[in-house]
């Protein structure tokens, strides 16, 4: 402590105290929100080997999963990043947090917001963006609460006693900065209700905007904070120094100006211009070596101590987190290349490469983290030991079941899509074939989430003990530091270390960089050049370049009805488990017909190709059944297909439409730019007289009568219309049962 | 190497950082994954490579080429095996598997018209029936099966389909079409 950079030794000494109070709100929060999310995702680990256990309508898989990855990712890891940031910056800095007033918004706008989620999205409101699912009221809310983070943040940089910051200092930085950008423009939308609103990008272009954004989550909220995390946490449990300083600057700059590229490789033979996948592919190959780099810094800063791993739980933590983010930064590259996404993408290979990732560096890193905060904060021991050694083992045993058991249903289902027999015709052309081939592995994988969520419990118990142990008052440790000077003092750019005397090894040598270090506004312009730069170059070719969306006489709009059965479609989040998109692969249009093309979805706001099949695809599902057999499919799926793990949706047939509501919908679309031409103003009657029609259909062929005014009829309509459009180009498809109308 | 472990004299809240040197391995992997993305760049991103729809198009030519012709079962043979009960049950499990969630497991219809009676809506012959399997009715909601079952399980199930004609199973829906005596 009171170490002088910059300050002459006459200086004043300023003397303040951190603010750990906050600190220790987002540890409750953390371990809290970290065994909710994680026993959801337990919950819906069972619905997929055990369909009876959905719920409808508020707990069914499509609901459930969105907040089950938005509990594990913003709430478990987001409060785990705000405690180590707030724990650590102070301490870098030498400062208190810039106010105690936003330290506390910070806490509680986080926490309404995580509640608010909890809250919509079993009841079905929800943007259909993975990992954007929160509807306009919550994204304001979240956008408000990060600018206060980043006020509060960038203040403390300000008004530092540090005059250079350090690594973790500058992931920070990054990982703020781009996550505001990333959120603000991924859900840029118009409202069409208080909990209901349409993406402003359609089809190809809400595609990109949401895996740049998506992408990107996973880069900035998941990997450079934790970055972060490691670097102050890995030297300070190691008792070392960090590896290689020069490594540190390299694999920053890198990371953050590579990562952002990568989105498109979510959406290889999609739609998307085939430039813009080839150029995601592309930068996430040569992002293995600056992923490394964090990986490679934080395991040799343990050079030397590789002994005290033995008995410390916590360094046990942190080794597995930094192999498993090595692991899971090497997957990515190979999954992003072409050929091998042909074979992973839709199946659980994606899966098993998230949990890979998140289980271990996320998980194992946030574990370690508050292992070692947990003595400091509370002023006592951990209270047990031998517990936080359990956990690790248990946890560990949970992890290795879970993604050898979700591999392998990834590649098995994924071959068997691409089978062909001798005859040159699908092996496995009934889909629910794939899929019941996976049950076992299913329950496997059940089994090792459940491992690590009873790691989580103990983790918690170990945490609330250690807290009951806390002295009476806390201590206030008194800090003293002396403040910047207000003039630089000139110091050695690289001190203890000769500096090359030519310019050129200077800048090879990188200690230019230091320069930057102690200008922290100036490193933070910086960072959102990079990202903005980066950003723009697949951003502007996407929305620029007619060519890339070529358009399709025969697409139209959906009618009124049809566009409310697509929102039923949302509410349920059966986009969750099937996609609308054929890939331009044999095995795929002999499944499914001809491959998708991007003018098939410009009025698609928002886009619903998904990521996942754990159905079929439908992007060619209109015609196809009819009306009575979605209506008999929907209310009971095992009774058509004993094999099938969808949920049954009974509500769907007795919930009425809201008729009046579609007119608001369709205005809301006009906005957007989607023409509906005269049938602007009367959109209610059209929707009743659509519905009618399939409600006589369906009383004809056998259904009941008095259906033509619930929600089911509205999502046949819209089913029944999936591709239809494009057929109807070439020939006349009749469809049935008045499904398929024009607006 | 002496350039090991140089500790730089700064210090964070007590962590310090070494001057070590980038591992050379690590560069080289930098640089090599760098090499390929321009090679690969010049071969597919600017159009030289065949690009993704023409490589589908020529797997699909290919496929095409080499498949064997379609064995498609002459009314001859289909009624040939209109009186093997192997055939029959053959059939008969192919049409619970797949027909009877529409069809009803005894035929007698529920989504799908009845199968038992001698009313026939896209005809009754054996061929008229193999065609309907194969190629489906979109328009009344029966898929074309032709791609999900095997051409000899499309027989099989044909001249099962056949043979449930004048079973009468209770609860049979009324029958729709063209009466065929």
Not at chain 1, 202 to 215: E, I, L, P, S
Not at chain 2, 12 to 35: C, H, K, S
Request: hydrophobic residues 45%.
């Amino acid at each position: 402590m009171g170490e002088a950079h910059g300050a002459s030794a006459s200086t004043r000494l300023d003397t303040f105290q951190y603010d750990d109070d906050v600190v220790r709100k987002f540890l409750f929060a953390t371990v809290l929100w970290g065994a909710v999310g994680m026993l959801v995702g337990v919950l819906i680990a069972i619905q997929m080997a055990y369909p009876a256990l959905n719920f409808a309508p508020y707990l069914t898989f499509g609901r459930l999963r969105p907040l089950h990855t938005n509990a594990v990712i913003f709430a478990f890891a987001g409060n785990a990043i705000f405690c180590g940031i707030y724990y650590s910056t102070q301490r870098l800095l030498k400062a208190r947090m810039f106010s105690d007033g936003l330290s506390k918004a910070h806490f509680w706008g986080w926490q309404l917001i995580i509640v608010a989620a909890a809250l919509t999205l079993p009841l079905g409101f929800t943007q259909a963006k993975e990992y954007a699912e929160l509807e306009w009221p919550i994204d304001i809310m979240i956008a408000v609460v990060w600018v206060i983070f980043a006020i509060n943040f960038i203040g403390t940089m300000v008004k530092r006693r540090e005059r250079h910051i350090y690594v973790a200092v500058w992931f920070y930085v990054a990982s703020i900065i781009t996550v505001a950008i990333l959120h603000i423009f991924n859900n840029l939308s118009i409202p069409a209700g208080a909990f209901k609103s349409y993406s402003i990008y359609a089809g190809v272009q809400d595609a990109f905007m949401q895996w740049w954004y998506g992408h990107n989550a996973v880069a900035f909220f998941l990997t450079t904070p934790f970055l972060g995390l490691m670097y102050y946490f890995m030297p300070k449990a190691a008792e070392g120094p960090v590896f290689s300083y020069k490594l540190s600057i390299l694999h920053f700059w890198t990371l953050v100006f590579m990562y952002i590229w990568a989105g498109p490789h979510h959406l290889h033979y999609t739609s998307l211009p085939e430039w813009a996948s080839t150029v995601g592919m592309l930068f996430s190959v040569m992002l293995w070596a600056p992923s490394w780099g964090g990986m490679i810094n934080g395991l040799l800063t343990l050079r030397g101590g590789w002994h005290k791993v033995v008995d410390d739980p916590i360094l046990k933590f942190m080794v597995i987190a930094l192999t498993g983010y090595g692991m899971s930064t090497f997957e990515g590259p190979m999954l992003s290349i072409k050929s091998v996404n042909a074979l992973s993408h839709y199946t659980d290979w994606t899966i098993a490469h998230a949990h890979s990732g998140a289980l271990t560096w996320n998980g194992f890193l946030t574990f370690a983290m508050i292992y070692w905060l947990a003595p400091r904060l509370f002023q006592t021991q951990l209270y047990s030991k031998k517990a936080a050694e359990w956990h690790f083992w248990i946890a560990t045993v949970g992890v290795l079941l879970y993604i050898v058991s979700i591999y392998s249903a990834g590649v098995t289902q994924g071959l068997m899509w691409r089978a062909f027999d001798e005859t040159g015709r699908l092996q496995y052309p009934d889909f629910v074939e794939t899929v019941a081939r996976l049950i076992p592995m299913y329950w496997t994988r059940v089994i090792g989430g459940t491992l690590y969520l009873v790691g989580a419990l103990i983790f918690a118990w170990n945490i609330v003990m250690t807290w009951r142990r806390r002295p009476a008052a806390y201590a206030v440790h008194e800090v003293q530091a002396a403040p910047l000077s207000p003039t630089y003092v000139p110091e050695p750019m690289r001190p203890g270390v000769d500096v090359p005397a030519t310019a050129w090894g200077r800048f090879v040598n990188m200690t230019f960089h230091r320069t930057w270090e102690r200008m922290p506004i100036l490193f933070t312009v910086l960072t959102t050049v990079a990202v903005i730069v980066a950003s723009l170059f697949e951003i502007l070719p996407t929305f620029l370049i007619k060519s890339n969306v070529p358009t399709i006489a025969s697409v139209k709009p959906y009618t009124p009805l049809e566009l409310a059965g697509r929102d039923l479609y949302i509410r349920e989040g059966c986009f969750n488990c099937h996609s609308q998109m054929v890939r331009p692969l044999r095995f795929e249009t002999e499944r499914y017909g001809e491959y998708s093309k991007p003018g098939e979805s410009v009025y698609d706001h928002p886009f619903l190709w998904g990521s996942r099949r754990i159905g079929p695809d439908l992007a060619r599902e209109g015609g196809l059944k009819s009306n009575l057999w979605h209506l008999r499919h929907f209310e009971n799926p095992r009774e058509i297909n004993a094999r099938s793990i969808m949920p049954a949706y009974p509500h769907l047939s007795t919930n009425d439409v809201d008729f009046a509501g579609i007119q608001r919908r369709v205005d809301v679309m006009v906005m957007l730019g989607v023409p509906y031409g005269e049938g602007v103003n009367n959109a209610p009657e059209q929707a009743r007289a659509q519905a009618q029609a399939i409600g006589q259909d369906l009383a004809s062929t056998g259904g009941r009568t008095g259906l033509e005014s619930k929600e089911v009829v509205a999502l046949i309509a819209y089913l029944q219309r999936l591709g239809v459009d494009i057929r109807a180009g070439s020939a006349k498809v009749a469809s049935a049962g008045g499904a398929g109308g024009q607006p | 190497m002496s350039e090991r472990d140089r500790l730089i004299d700064h210090n964070y809240d007590g962590i310090q950082e070494y001057d070590n040197p980038l591992p050379r391995w690590w560069v080289i992997l930098f640089w090599a994954t760098i090499v390929f993305s321009v090679l690969y760049w010049f071969n597919l991103g600017v159009g030289i490579g065949p690009g993704r729809i023409a490589q589908y198009e020529a797997e699909v030519a290919a496929a095409r080429a080499s498949a064997p012709p379609p064995d498609v079962s002459s009314p001859d043979e289909l009624a040939a095996m209109a009186t093997n009960t192997q055939v029959l049950e053959a059939g008969k499990q192919v049409f619970v598997t797949n027909c009877a969630s529409c069809h009803k497991p005894d035929g007698g219809g529920l989504i799908g018209p009845n199968l038992t009676d001698n009313a026939w809506i896209h005809g009754g012959t054996l061929a008229e029936i193999h065609k309907t399997v194969t190629e489906g009715v979109l328009a009344k909601g029966m898929p074309p099966w032709g791609k999900l079952l095997k051409p000899d399980q499309i027989d099989a199930v044909t001249v099962y389909v056949a043979s449930l004609k004048g079973t009468n199973p209770p609860g049979a829906k009324a029958a729709e079409g063209t009466v065929v005596p």
